[in-house]
């Protein structure tokens, strides 16, 4: 028997509805629970190895998830509400969520199955067999958690011979009537951008505050010990483990987030620090997509900060463009594209993802403290994402599934319909501009610029061949060489490429040379 032992007896004699609720839709206000009624519907959950496996998932993910979804129940079960909840470690657990549905639905015939739209296409398509191969009617029902609906987004990105974040951001803005004044945007204009994005100085972060961890308590240590026996290969380590995983924990790292960080927020969104792993950023994405946080009482706790006056504007927007925006806008790319976007390859990459990905074993600086940071906590802050370790497998030319399969396995918030589009999207070019207007190439110069790692690294930025230079200038130069036809139709790219054309024919012909052995040496 897999639910709750106390609740055996709970469980309606026939089943109206099983309600599915994934590791991911950890809310009692969704809308799968809208209409529950105790004495004839079933909640089931599920924990299966192959959530775990399909793509390698790190030790720190697979933990946050598990003791999210025990917490979750363990509420569910404070409430006297009819619960079957499956544990990986219980014998016959089949490690699939259709064959431990099916086993469920065979043993309950319920008459209908209810689900909250997934995050997931693989996931969804899989319940949706289930419920096709029993005869049973799915209702899925949108996920409230976010601001606006799927056909919301296709509505708006109907027509457009482009997409862009700052047209759907500005609508959502004056949709919810978020930091505006009537029709026009508190101070004046839509983006701070110009305020924010420094770098920190010679000096480096001073007094930025710790982060809001929270000790493993008796269900969490019971999960870590669970993953390090039965994952024990799987990447990272659960040594630093701290992540919120109830309601009242995530709560509680929001109020935080908003009264030590927030103010200091859009300064130094982009700046990073070596051995500074949590900065002036939130680390509430993971709380968030796991469905402990509703993004309107995120947003809403921002926007009270600046009317208060205790954080500026900018710092406010900026981080509220994050979530009522760039979230909204990744997830309606996602669901419109999906399952083609998947395989999308704009540019033809090809290579494999260097090995030392899963180890952090590298001499680039700037690289081996983003890769070991990410196994230690499972987590890097977006630039970090986007600008080193995505930055490097672009201009090195891997395939961006690779790149994907990678970001789904080792962040702690990462789920499909976010991770995807982010990846493949913005940080790879995979999908040739439908989410960003032009690929995210810099040289080592913008590290350098936005951190301290080039100080202590053997490679010199300004370099881009030689002994000492620098892995990603050298490729940087060689990226636009080899798509510079492609590039030349983007105005985004005429600056790089107006400095490109002033390499002469034996100092590009050097370039590709030490890339190709570069590449040859990582891969």
Known sequence: MAEFSHLKSALPARVRHLVIV?????????SALQDFDAAQDVIWMAEVAEEATHVWSAKQRIAVFLSAMRHFAEEVRERALPLVYVRMDEPGNLGTLPEELGKAIARLQP???????????????SLRAVAKQYGLALDLRDDTHFFSTVREFAAHAGGRKQLRLEYWYRAQRQKHGILMEGKTPLGMQWNFDADNRQAFGKAGPQHAPPPTRFAPDAITQEVMALVNTRFASHPGNLDSFGWPVTRAQSLVALQAFIEQRLPLFGQYEDAMWAGEAWLYHSHLSCALNL??????EVVQAAEDACHSGHAPLAAVEGFIRQILGWREYVRGIYWMHMPA?????????????PAWYWTGQTDMACLNDALSQTLRHGYAHHIQRLMVTGLYALLLGVRPQAVHAWYLSVYVDAVEWVELPNTLGMGQFGDGGLMASKPYVASGKYIQRMSNHCKACRYDPAQSTGPKACPYTTLYWDFLMRHEALLKTNPRM???LKNLARLDA???????????????AQL
Not at 22 to 30: F, K, N, P, T
Not at 342 to 348: D, G, K, P, T
């Open 22 to 30: 994934l590791g991911d839709q950890l809310d009692m206000q969704s």
């Open 506 to 520: 034996p100092t590009r012909e050097a370039i590709t040379t030490q890339a190709a052995a570069h590449r040859h």
């Open 341 to 353: 976007y998947l395989e999308r390859n704009a540019l033809q990459a090809q290579a494999a993802l």
């Open 494 to 496: 005429a600056m790089q």
């Open 111 to 125: 008459a209908a199955l209810v689900l909250t739209a997934p995050g997931d296409w693989r996931v969804l398509q």
């Open 291 to 296: 469905k402990l946080l509703n993004p309107r």
